[in-house]
């Protein structure tokens, strides 16, 4: 992606001028009137039936639910043993989920 237009300084006239060149340039995507801002409407209001598709498609994606969920709990440990947990990286949790689960022998 091109930085010629960065967001961190203000523009110069040249390169506001070359920007509203483009936008004028643009037959398919011209710049909004305000006519145009004034009917415009929500998408979901336009396209009801589509809205409601990108719904359920985002609602179907990610993990598929689990048979037994865990469940979240509250539990006070002495500083030491989180870090030492902690100090194993990614996953930490598991691993003292695993660790209480042999310690049960269950």
């Known amino acids: ?3 010629k237009f960065s967001s961190k300084r203000p523009l110069t ?25 004034k009917n415009a409407r929500p998408f ?8 409601a598709n990108i719904d359920r ?5 990610g993990r598929p639910p689990l048979e037994k969920t865990k469940q979240p709990v509250t539990i006070r440990l002495d500083p030491d ?6 100090a194993t990286g990614k996953g930490w949790q598991s691993r003292m989920n695993d ?8």
């Open 1 to 3: 992606m091109s930085t």
């Open 81 to 86: 043993l989180v870090e030492h947990y902690k």
């Open 13 to 37: 006239d040249e390169e506001e001028a070359e920007i509203q060149r483009m936008i004028a340039s643009d037959p398919e995507n011209p710049e909004w009137t305000e006519d145009d801002f």
């Open 99 to 106: 660790d209480l689960r042999k310690a049960a022998g269950i």
């Open 44 to 51: 979901r209001e336009v396209f009801p039936d589509l809205a």
């Open 57 to 61: 498609e985002i609602a179907r994606r």
